[in-house]
């Protein structure tokens, strides 16, 4: 097996609740057993705490250098201790906007926290906080974070041109706290269309949990799902993400008859690659290896072309866009003057997204 694959490969063990004490064991204390490697692909996908807490509920941590202990331990803690401020965010937030009757429901990483999906709070590394809110309530709902020392932080300008899943993102002015940016959400994608995950239909089967709003079950994990195909271009690149997938196990195994997720192609396609290493999503979706698993292994085993093949590909999915974006330009004269106004910035934003890795 090569270094990346097996690398991969030795993440999921230690991530899922199918591979025994005995196998594990066995992996962390061979020769080949490649730590630093692990720690890299570990910090690229948000895990260094999940893989802490994985290995201390298997009772395995005796087998890490201790260097290593001491670094994963120190990380997980000053996440518990992030996510502790969060939490509690999260619950003035619920408060603030249920007094003022504003209908939302916090999705993502705020609302598997909430509800209770993590043994340890720790395991979950959160960026920002994001809610939904009903459309009617959209502008009474940011006015109100305004007025409750958050501030704006202005978008790109073609927020004033195109309409964003997000309003502008509020950063708080209290650090004490609060730790967490808020993102006010009138949908979740921009252009993907799946009625399932309408406003309209995750607000109709919400469900109300200590005192906050989530989405049901089967909302969430959609959500997980799609977030890393749609919004975090998973399904453009064909590839996987560690934090989505532990998400979507631990949401499994609550959840009834998953195989009904097959009516998605693209949520399928998601099952493929993460049954690839997880015996538990494999056996449970009955996944099946095909072309396309066995270009992402490939990629895998070749990260140079892996990384050249997905600048093709953002190359190619920025294309249409920068077109739309040109022909607006040429069209429409405000567009053409606030880009003139801001071409340094966007210069260096276009620059960005073309180099990205």
Known sequence: MNNSTSTFQHIAHILSFKTTHKQLELMLKAPSFNWEAIVKEASQHYIIPTIYCRLKAKHLLHLLPEDLISYLEYITDENRKRNTVILAQTEELSQLFQLHNIEHVFLKGAALLASGTYTDISERMIGDIDILVKPIHLKRAYKLLLQNEYKSRAMTLGADFFEHKHLPRLETTVTDTRIAAVEI?????????????????????????????????????????LNHQINDHGALYNNINFRSAYDTILLLQNYPQPNKLYQYNIIKRYFNYIGLFFEEVGMLMDVKSNIYTHFYLFKLRHRKFQKNWNKLLRIGYYIPILSNRFWLFLSNKSYRKAIMIDKKRVFTHLMSILSKK
């Open 185 to 225: 959400h009138r949908k979740l994608f921009v252009s993907y269309k799946n009625h399932e995950l309408e406003p309209e239909s995750i607000f109709n089967e919400q469900r109300y949990q200590e005192s906050i709003y989530l989405p049901s079950l089967k909302h969430l994990l959609m959500h997980n799902i």
